[in-house]
C-alpha cells in the first residue's frame, strides 16, 4: 500500500512540473496547464501525508524517564 502511495505522490509531481514546462515550449495552452496542475496538486496532497516522515516517526528513540 505504502508503494502505490508513493507512486500517486510521484505522479502528482509530475503531473505539476511537467505541464509549465511543456506550456513554456508551447506544447499545451494555459487551460490545459492549470487543469493537469490543478489534478497533479490533489493527487500529491491526498497521497503524500500517509507515507511522509512514517519512518522517523518509527525510528524515534525512546525517552528516558529520571
Known amino acids: 500500500m505504502k508503494i502505490m502511495l508513493k507512486i500517486g505522490s510521484l505522479i502528482g509531481l509530475m503531473l505539476t512540473i511537467v505541464p509549465p514546462v511543456l506550456f513554456f515550449l508551447g506544447q499545451i ?3 490545459s496547464m492549470k ?3 490543478g489534478i497533479g496538486m490533489l493527487a500529491w496532497m491526498v497521497t503524500a501525508p ?7 516517526e518509527d ?8
Open 29 to 31: 495552452e494555459i487551460d
Open 35 to 37: 487543469l493537469w496542475m
Open 50 to 56: 500517509f507515507w511522509i516522515n512514517r519512518q522517523q
Open 59 to 66: 525510528r524515534r528513540p525512546e525517552t528516558e524517564e529520571k
